[in-house]
């Protein structure tokens, strides 16, 4: 085992067959040796700093029906909120306060939010705030409108492929297309965004050859950013009594990652911090090098409820900081609140 390790530090490739051969015979001692070598990795490539993104969750309407997620279309239990434009520029503005240099603007698939509607909030948050990326998390979108809100300012996008076995996807994504969504990742990356991907952990049904797979497809990517966590049920869906993903094994997926793209930026995700406690320290040490403290308004956050249990709905943005910050010097990081983006990158 410590071979094919050592190996995968070196080369930052493994084989299939030399990668399922590790996933299906990891251990307690040679986890160790991998979580060691992901930690000398990132030290390598950005050192013990750790990077910032306030997370702004301004809808959860969506038009798509993704079986594992709280807001999907047929959970009628779910309360639906929008937040105005206004609203958005003021979880802005606490952020900036706050010295947050990346808003992430995540929701559900909402039609409501136009093309224009998109183009107008990029706007006004690049007006406001200069110096401060852009980061969507907004689903599939055809190439023109992804152009139009990078050309409008817009820096990064985050699109997690979910998984990369087709089978898998098709059963989890009833209304939607395996072939879209990964055009859509490779659309992005043409355009010129900074682009992440990243998949769940644990899903019902999932094997080590779907995390081959998974692995193998973000390695030919080539994503900046990859957004991984652990599959967790959320009490109105189909999935409502699947076992959750462990932190174990996306502990494992972590290092994995960090050894084959050195360069990524990876975040230790809230999924992580809600399975377990330590959980997110427990993914920076495993070469993790962001996090995303949300900016959202306190009065809608229980709502944007993807999956059971999520942490943090009830602490002030400030407080979130705080409390993020020193979790992440106590494990021996260093915070970073610049831009923090990908060494490889130049806006085209
Ligand atoms: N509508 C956007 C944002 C989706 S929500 C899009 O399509 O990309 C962000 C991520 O949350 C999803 O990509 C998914 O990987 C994750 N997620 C949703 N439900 C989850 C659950 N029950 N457990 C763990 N992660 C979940």
Not at 83 to 90: K, Q
Not at 206 to 234: A, C, R, W
Not at 279 to 297: H, I, T
Not at 308 to 324: M, V
């Amino acid at each position: 085992m410590k071979k094919l390790i050592d190996k995968l530090y070196r080369e930052n490739y493994l084989d299939e067959k030399e990668l399922l051969d590790l996933l299906n015979n990891i251990n307690k001692e040679n986890k160790d040796y991998l979580i060691d070598k992901a930690h000398q990795t990132r030290m390598r490539t950005y050192g013990d700093k750790v990077f910032m993104r306030g997370l702004i969750e301004f809808t959860n309407y969506c038009k798509m029906d993704c079986v594992y997620c709280g807001i999907r279309a047929s959970n009628k239990n779910a309360d639906r909120y929008r937040l105005t434009i206004e609203e958005i520029l003021s979880a802005c503005e606490m952020g900036d306060r706050l010295g947050y240099k990346t808003f992430v603007l995540q929701g559900g698939e909402d039609a409501f939010y136009t093309d224009d509607k998109i183009v107008e909030i990029i706007r006004e948050i690049k007006k406001e705030f200069p110096d401060t990326a852009i980061t969507l998390s907004i689903g599939e979108k055809s190439y023109e409108s992804y152009k139009r809100y990078y050309d409008a300012g817009a820096d990064r996008y985050l699109l997690r492929h979910e998984t990369a076995s087709k089978e898998l996807y098709e059963r989890l994504h009833p209304k939607a297309s395996f072939e879209n969504r990964r055009e859509c990742l490779w659309n992005l990356k043409k355009i010129g965004y900074q682009v992440g991907a990243g998949f769940m952990v644990g899903l019902p049904g999932q094997t080590n050859e779907d995390y081959v797979k998974d692995l193998h497809f973000l390695k030919e990517l080539q994503p900046h950013m990859i957004g991984i966590g652990p599959f967790i049920s959320h009490k109105d869906t189909p999935l409502a009594h699947k076992e959750n993903g462990t932190l174990e094994e996306t502990v494992v997926m972590l290092a994995l990652i960090r050894l084959f793209l050195p360069d990524v930026l990876l975040p230790a995700t809230t999924a992580l911090g809600t399975i377990d406690p330590l959980g997110r320290e427990k993914g920076l040490k495993a070469g993790g090098n962001v996090v995303m403290p949300n900016l959202s308004p306190i009065s809608v956050r229980e709502k944007y409820s993807l999956y059971n249990g999520k942490i943090c709905t009830g602490d002030e943005a400030a407080e979130c900081r705080k409390c993020i910050e020193g979790r992440i010097t106590r494990a021996g990081f260093s915070i970073d609140m610049s831009r923090g983006d990908n060494i490889n990158w130049r806006r085209k």
